[in-house]
Antibody
């Protein structure tokens, strides 16, 4: 069964870039599927950020497009998230997840999440 | 406000049946896009419960079932157990917003 684990700084300064990595084990990213990120702000629901195919094809949420980039490194079997110009509104638990395709994508296996706080 | 509307909370006694609704519109569920359901205990990885409106992944008990009609969907849990106490989210696709989630429903087992 695929395992995903998020890692990265827990504190980011306003206006800087949030960078997270998702390490995938017991499954090769190159096999297929999309790989993406979802976040949950304190006291709020889930918000989809975007996903990437192993070939590098990406899909992003329209609300974050322009600030977000998802990259994949098949040699390390990991993918990453970069979110620029962060504000306090970007404070959230960030989850990485494998995505299935059934017409459109949906996450099936998720990591446990990592809290990122944006504060000076 | 989430694009997919869910009740903030539902509750039921052990052994009872509860349902959680997910109301969308013509640009998402009503446009024919699938609905998926997740169970989330805070501090843990969300778990896929139902995919493609009605299908259960391997390992999910048949006490959990999903349905879809028009622009709405529902998750039903029968034989309620204490371990079912969690947050539940529906998810679909919206023509303008891409992948969207409901606001979540907190299930309390009395």
């Amino acid at each position: 069964q695929v395992q995903l684990r998020e890692s990265g700084p827990g504190l980011v300064r306003p206006s800087e870039t949030l960078s997270l990595t998702c390490s995938v084990s017991d499954y090769s990213i190159s096999t297929g599927h999309y790989w993406g990120w979802i976040r949950q702000s304190p006291g709020k629901g889930l918000e989809w950020i975007g996903c990437i195919f192993h070939s590098g094809v990406t899909h992003y949420s329209p609300s974050l497009k322009g600030r977000v980039a998802i990259l994949v490194d098949t040699t390390k079997n990991e993918f990453s998230l970069k979110l620029t110009s962060v504000t306090a509104a970007d404070t959230a638990v960030y989850y990485c997840a494998r995505h299935m395709v059934r017409g459109v994508v949906y996450p099936d296996f998720w990591g446990q999440g990592t809290l990122v706080t944006v504060s000076s | 406000q989430s694009v997919l509307a869910q009740p903030p909370s539902v509750s039921g006694a052990p052994g009872q049946r509860v349902t959680i609704s997910c109301s969308g519109s013509g640009s998402n569920i009503g446009a024919g896009y699938d609905v998926h359901w997740y169970q989330h205990l805070p501090g843990t990885a969300p778990k896929l419960l139902i995919y493609g409106n009605t299908n259960r992944p391997s390992g999910v008990p048949d006490r959990f079932s999903g349905s879809k009609s028009g622009a709405s969907a529902s998750l039903a849990i029968t034989g309620l157990q204490a371990e079912d106490e969690a947050d539940y989210y529906c998810q679909s696709f919206d023509l303008s917003l891409s992948v969207v989630f409901g606001g979540g429903t907190k299930l309390t087992v009395l």
